[in-house]
Structure formats: C-alpha cells, structure tokens
C-alpha cells in the first residue's frame, strides 16, 4: 500500500481511536524484529518508519543531490512516492530494499531524518498509514513522543551499545570471523555517531516518551522480549 502524501485534514484528534502499539529505540536495540513479531502475533500491520527516511534518502542520491541540502531534500519528501509492504520497499517504483540499507545511505540517513520539513511529510504520511489500517505496530523513534503520542501502548526498546554494535554488524554482514572485534568497533562507533544525531536534533528526537515502558534487551531473548510486551498488551 502507497504511504501517501499529506493530507490537510490530518489532526491528531482522528488517531486517538485507533489501536497503535509504538516501538522506540535506538539502533540494534531489537525494535524492527521485534515489532514485526508482534505485528503477526496481534493480527495487526507494521510500519518501519525508519525505512520512509532511507527511502528518502536513497532518492536524494539517486537523483545526485546533497543529503545536507535541507531545501533540496525536502522537496524530494515531498513528492517521493513511498510504498512499504513488510520488508519490502519501493521508491517511485523502483525496488530499494536492498539499496536503502546500503553503507551510503547508512552514512547520510540520520543528516535526513533531521530535516524538520522531511519530518513532518513523514509524519503526516505515518498517521495516515494508520487512519487507513485503524492502527498497527509502529516502530522507529519518536512514534510514541511525536508520530502518536495517544497510542495505546508505548514501548522504548535499549540494549549495552556493545550488544547493539554487535546485533547490527551480524545484520548487516559485517562481521568477519578474522576481525570480529575490528568490525564491532567500527559498527559501534558509527552507531554513536547516530545516536548523538538522532538525540540531539529539533525535530522528533530519539528520546523516551513519559508514558513509555522501558525494556532493556541486553540480557533477554528475543521470545522473551516478545512475551513481555504481549503481557502489556
């Protein structure tokens, strides 16, 4: 389904029936596996929206502009056609899943996703994803302080930046058994690099929404991560 442009009848007051679950959390803190598995478990859809600013992102270079180019880029939000089913993404049809977790979009995504023009397009289409689906499981960073601060529940998902470098290098296949720690370190060093961007930006910063349940997934399994926020369901 095409997540579509903004709608100037968007007001945060029409979202407030709907069933929305917001999973927060910085990279490798297990946000995107884990909402899935959520998703399918509740019957409901799941939207990355981190994916909505690589896509952004992806186009930006695809067309040979400058990520930093706020004015730019910003145009480029709004009128990218975005369309996200599950894990797959396409970018005014052309199929990016692959190329939006690439190193050059991983390098200049978080520069994006500080736009604050980019932002609110995002956030408009994000709510009206959904309006249209009566809710699903949302995840990203700031869905439950920015996207749906009404959500029904409020997850923010962390982990030891040493666990979350290492989760992300074995997901991004950077990890090579003769210089496992050489990799580790580099993945956590850019991992900081975003961490610093996303917390400290104006627009929609990566923090913990007042309401949200704090779970800490250094130590826990993956089912029992799952188990404990079915159990807040």
Request: glycine share 8%; no cysteine.
């Amino acid at each position: 389904m095409r997540i579509g442009a903004s709608q100037p009848h968007d007001k945060l007051e029409a979202l407030r029936e709907m069933r929305v679950i917001a999973i927060d959390g910085p990279a490798g803190s297990g946000k995107s596996s884990v909402a899935q598995a959520l998703a399918a478990r509740l019957g409901l859809e799941y939207l990355d929206t981190g994916a909505m600013y690589r896509a952004v992102t992806f186009a930006v270079l695809r067309a040979g502009g400058d990520p930093s180019d706020s004015g730019f880029t910003a145009a480029v939000a709004r009128t990218i056609d975005v369309r996200v089913t599950g894990e797959r993404v396409l970018v005014d049809g052309v199929d990016a899943t692959v190329e939006i977790r690439s190193p050059s979009v991983d390098r200049a995504v978080s520069v994006v996703a500080a736009n604050a023009e980019v932002r609110a397009e995002m956030v408009a289409r994000q709510r009206e994803w959904a309006r249209r689906r009566d809710g699903g499981v949302v995840e990203g960073r700031d869905i439950g302080t920015v996207v749906f601060p009404e959500a029904d529940l409020k997850v923010y998902l962390k982990a030891d930046p040493d666990v979350r470098a290492l989760r992300r290098a074995r997901q991004s296949g950077a990890l090579d058994h003769t210089a496992e720690a050489g990799a580790v370190e580099s993945v956590a060093a850019d991992l900081a690099r975003r961490d610093t961007i996303d917390s400290t930006r104006q627009a929609g910063p990566l923090s913990v929404a007042s309401d949200a349940v704090v779970i800490d997934t250094t130590e826990k399994t993956f089912d029992e991560t799952i188990e404990q926020i079915l159990g807040l369901v």
